[in-house]
């Protein structure tokens, strides 16, 4: 994980902290969508990468919130909102996803991250 944190830290000019936090909003919404095969695969192969997700994902169920809050939170539009709220622009959100998906394929292998693309409607414009 750290090495994840490393490349996307240096990609999209953050320091570590805020990159391993937007790296964890990306996992904790693949998690939600696709809790197995490859993205099972990718966590059990990256040390640290499930508690990364669980963090983010702790700190947005303490939050609680409103039905319209959740509706917004919800699919890559939440995750763009999370990210966006981290201070990150939509250059560097498509940074962080070519980073993220970029190490997925070192990891898991090509055609496993085709599978997860394929998987998410519109998640492929960030890889």
Known sequence: MDELIGRVSAAIGVDAGVAKTAIGHVLAFLQKELPDGPVAEFFDKVAGARDAANE??????????????????SGLMGVATKLNA?????????????EVFGY?????????????????PGLSQFM
Do not use: F, R
């Open 56 to 73: 983010v994902s702790a700190g947005e169920d303490a939050g609680g919130g409103s039905l319209l809050g959740g509706l917004l939170n």
């Open 86 to 98: 981290l201070g990150l622009d939509m250059g560097q959100i498509q940074k962080l996803g070519h």
């Open 104 to 120: 997925a394929k070192e990891i898991v292998g090509e055609e496993k991250v085709k599978q997860i693309a394929n998987s998410i």
